[in-house]
């Protein structure tokens, strides 16, 4: 399975972007989908998931701030990003899992898209 992320940008504090990441894969409705970030000199961190029943999960930081959804039909896992602060600056990674147990453990993702670059100016 082939991830593609993109839709980063710059963005001012308090702005918003959406992030998708396509796959290329039909089967892409029985991963669970989950959304990284990595800011310079720190580790990847988890943001949100998505299972492939639809539960979904928040780092608690962008809780009511970030809205993960999915399309199946469209291959495709969105990222809408609201009230961004420039703690949100980083590249995002969209990552894909055939048997998600822990979400936020970058261990149990089996697929990786590259990275696309969200910068919050303050």
């Known amino acids: 399975v082939q991830l593609q992320a993109y839709g980063g940008g710059l963005v001012q504090a308090g702005g918003s972007l959406r992030l998708s990441c396509t796959a290329s894969?039909?089967?892409?409705?029985?991963?669970?989908v989950g959304w990284f970030r990595q800011a310079p000199g720190k580790e990847r961190e988890f943001v949100a998931a998505i299972s492939w029943a639809r539960t979904i999960y928040y780092e608690d930081s962008v809780k009511g701030r970030f809205t993960i959804s999915r399309d199946n039909a469209a291959n495709t896992v969105g990222l809408q990003m609201n009230s961004l602060k420039p703690e949100d600056t980083a590249v995002y990674y969209c990552?894909?899992?055939?048997?998600?147990?822990?979400?936020?453990?970058?261990?149990?993702?089996?697929?990786w898209g590259q990275g696309t670059q969200v910068t919050v100016s303050s």
């Open positions: 990552a894909a899992a055939e048997h998600l147990t822990r979400v936020g453990n970058l261990d149990d993702y089996d697929y």
């Open positions: 894969e039909h089967t892409f409705g029985t991963l669970s």
